[in-house]
């Protein structure tokens, strides 16, 4: 596996200067980009499982939160985002072969969580997708003290009468071999780029917004735009599977903002009700991204995330 020095742009990710970016190679021979910011005389460390779109410079101003906690923090450009080998021939369209493929890149990133001997307990945040992913590593036995959750996509938000019809055009989409065509509805620029701030599913800070808009006008590069039929068929057969399983055995915080219009809250109301050890806490007035709302909600949400820490690290 490589441990080569990948590129990190520094002046959009508005976090601290330590940080450590590497090109590394899953088992499975994808290129993926994983960052770590090891902080100073840090006391444990937070997983940062992103979403779909997302790249690791967007989480460099709560890397610096973090650090400045005692916490050190990694993230990862799953496969087919950011900088890591995109799978397709248009690396515009989100795409994925199996969704299990992303715990070949989690694998890839622990390797080098334990390489730089990032400090314990090691703690994972998963965002939207990352939820997804975060919770089949949990039930993989990830080996954190705790899980907090940003609404995690255990269920795609669609309406009743499109649930169907995109079940059916997705499987029919492989067999005819188009699945590697954008999903109908979905455009073929990144959301921050195609949307308003006014309305906006993400966020209601307008600040936070520009910044995700400045990003990936600033480097094209790590910019997304709508998800392959097949992604969206993998995901729907995963959030399925996932749905059927009981809670891991593990302490939980989910965070969800009570405007949430991305995932399918439903399905996170269901499985926390049903968490043993987990705890659902909602922002009044968050969308999606509420690591990423307004200076409130921040704090909120970070509050509840050092509680979190605090009660389980032994």
Known sequence: MSDAAAPFYNDVALGPDNVVSRWLQTD?????????????????????????TEFVEKYGMLAAD???????????DWRGQGLADRLIDDPNVGHVGNFEDYQKDVRAALKM????????????????MGGCIGLRSLHENL??????????????????ALRPAA??????????????????????????????FEDNTLTTDPEM?????????????????????????????????????????????TLLGSNERIVDPTRVHDCMATWPKGHLHVVDKGEHEVLME?????????DACLAFFSKHSG
Not at 66 to 76: D, E, S
Request: hydrophobic letters at 45%; glycine letters at 8%; proline letters at 10%.
């Open 294 to 302: 307004s200076d409130g909600m921040r704090r909120e949400v970070m």
């Open 66 to 76: 973090f650090n400045a906690q005692g916490l050190a923090m990694l993230a990862i």
């Open 113 to 128: 969580a334990h390489d730089l001997n990032l400090p314990k307990p090691w703690f994972l945040i998963g965002h939207s």
């Open 143 to 160: 080996p954190v003290a705790g899980a907090i959750f940003s609404a995690p996509m255990w269920g795609i938000l669609l309406s009743p």
């Open 167 to 196: 079940w059916i055009m997705s499987w029919a989409s492989k067999q005819v071999g188009a699945d590697h065509v954008m999903a109908p509805g979905t455009k073929p620029v990144t959301y921050v780029l195609s949307a308003p």
């Open 28 to 52: 499975d021979d994808v290129r993926i980009r994983v960052a770590a910011w090891p902080g100073d005389a840090c006391k444990g460390t937070v997983l940062l499982f992103p979403g779909r």
């Open 209 to 253: 917004y520009r910044i995700m808009q400045d990003q990936v006008r600033s480097y094209p590069e790590l910019s997304l735009a709508g998800p392959s039929l097949r992604w969206l068929h993998e995901a729907l057969m995963e959030t399925r599977i996932l749905a059927a399983r009981p809670a891991p055995d593990v302490p939980c915080l």
